[in-house]
């Protein structure tokens, strides 16, 4: 499906989609750094391989250890049309959703400072709107950080085309809050929002913009001197700004420039080189050459790990995901934007870090292969079963990711998504692999390296908890074959009525039998009301699957389709009521085929309306 194409976007911003996680294993022993000629030879190894095969125009990296940059290089091109090569010192690239862990270096700042509270809800630092007491607990500044407030997902006209089409940030918090929809702390669902309200904050106890704050506490302390959290990108920068693509065709289609409205999770643009200083002073704990951005205490708490579905698998630590490589504690961020794809990670047991980035939307694809090999070449390691954790058993059934939309238009994709768990001999089938037990409640990725844990929430919720992203199980009326079901009935019934109808008229005529006239017309009214849904399955249908992007707001074309279900409503309450008033004027046959009808007419209007298809949930 493609509508929503900016969720497939964010979706990527889990690196369980570009890198595969390893089964955990106790720290690995710290790793010789690597020097400057293997890294080339390496690198120049695999992009070349990995650019040509996946149609990706260019790609920039560097590599830190040891407290210094160990090597950076650019790769192929940076800006097609004019053939500037990528330069990792001059070449901005947008990195995206990395954007958030500044975000997060920024809220520890003001922790360390003692402005803000971890712990405290996030109501104490709102002044303009407040986030509403959905659930008994509060959401904290630590549960935006850990992924895990319980917002739903909303994409739903996150960019705008131009400077002057974003509006203050506040405004945006305020106007497009997404719901909350379940209690905080239970299991992480990825949340873009919960990021921008976390630098939001930022900005109102600091006094500063977000870009002006993570200018000065952020980049010029680094040194960043090409980097910026501004959009448009300044002038003085703007020529080195890289550009994204498509290909297409066998051509290159260069994506627009696209301002973010919720600037902190992913406004920032950086060269490679900028990007390894930031990195150095992370795993420095929080020291660049002589300067600071965070003290040697809260950096190190800022690396400690804060949340895990369980224990087993990886989780997140003050922003930062975990994941486990070859043995190795990585923590570390990827992004995805209109066509930039990045990675960030940091591996603070062999001080090493690795930035890349790549300006095509299936650069994803060139990570999945040099991401892998880089730590099997400079950091190998073995793996071992994890102990500990609970013994849950598993609920068959469809589940849908905890990142998902309830009350928007958005709702649909979770049809379409969701996926089926299985219990078979033991193993279980899900995501269209097979896991194998590897301890209580806890499952191998088959032929994998992915884990796989059973959770339970609060509320009785079953979730499946992975090594990247959780998902949770749907009821029984929200499962795809029963929607398909409930979809096809009505079609079948609606083309009785389409098709028969008429064929029934002609043969009365023909046959000089007259109709009461209150009754036709709740025949017709059924005819059309169910003509009306046929037409807007079909083109639903196509929207879903077609290049349909809600990145700046529904399209017009998809709202004005939206009327159509508002016109089946009112031919079916029509219809209802005349025939009501007809029933006793017409045959057996033909009041049973008008209650099927009717019935199927009602099973539409209850799919649309649960699927938020029933007026304009945008």
Partial sequence: MYLFRSMLVAVCAALMILV??????????????????????FFDAAMGDALAANHVPGAVVSVVGGGKTLFSKGYGLADVENRRPFDPDTSMVRIASITKLFTWTAVMQQVQQGRLDLKADVNRYLAAFRIPATYPRPITLQDLMDHTAGFEDRTIGVGSRSKDDVPPLADYLADNMP???????????????????????????SGQPYDEYVRDHILDPLAMRHSTAAEPVPAPLAADLARSY????????????????????????????????????????????????????????????????????????????????NGHRVIMHDGGWEGFQSALLLVPDAGLGLFVSTNSLDGGDAMTEIIPAFFDRFLPGKRAVPGGGASVMPVEGFYKLTRSAESSIEKVVALTSSTRLRVEGGKLTFRGSTWSPLGPGLYQQSGGTQRLALVTGGSGVAYVATDGPAYQRVPWWDTPPVNVVIVLLFAVTALTAVLGLPVAAVVRRAKKRPVPRVWR??????????????????????????????????PANVQVLLVLPLLVLA????????????????????????????????????????????GWHL
């Fill in 521 to 554: 017309a709740g025949r017709v009214l059924t005819g059309l009301a169910a003509a009306v849904g046929l037409v807007f399955v079909v083109l639903f249908t196509l929207v879903l699957t077609g290049d349909t992007s809600i990145l700046y707001g529904v």
């Fill in 246 to 325: 498509d290909y297409e065709g066998g051509a290159y289609r260069r994506k627009p420039f696209v301002f973010d409205n919720l600037a902190p999770d992913g406004s920032i643009s950086a060269t490679a080189n900028d990007m390894a200083h930031f990195m150095i002073a992370h795993l420095l704990d929080g020291r660049f050459g002589g300067r600071r951005v965070l003290d040697e205490p809260t950096a190190r708490l800022m690396h400690r790990r804060t949340f895990a579905a369980d224990p087993r698998i990886d989780g997140y630590a003050h922003g930062f995901k975990e994941q486990t490589l």
């Fill in 571 to 614: 031919l079916t309450v029509a219809a209802i009521a005349t025939t009501v008033r007809a029933w006793r004027r017409a045959g057996v046959l033909a009041r049973g085929h008008q209650v099927v009808v009717l019935a199927g007419l009602l099973a539409l209007l209850w799919f649309c309306q649960h699927w938020n298809l029933l």
């Fill in 179 to 205: 719901a909350r929809v379940r209690p905080p702390g239970e299991v992480s669902a990825y949340s873009n929002y919960g990021a921008a309200l976390a630098g939001y904050i930022v900005s109102r106890v």
């Fill in 20 to 41: 595969p996680p390893c089964v955990a294993s106790p720290a690995a022993a710290a790793t010789d750094v690597p020097d400057a000629r293997a890294l080339a030879g």
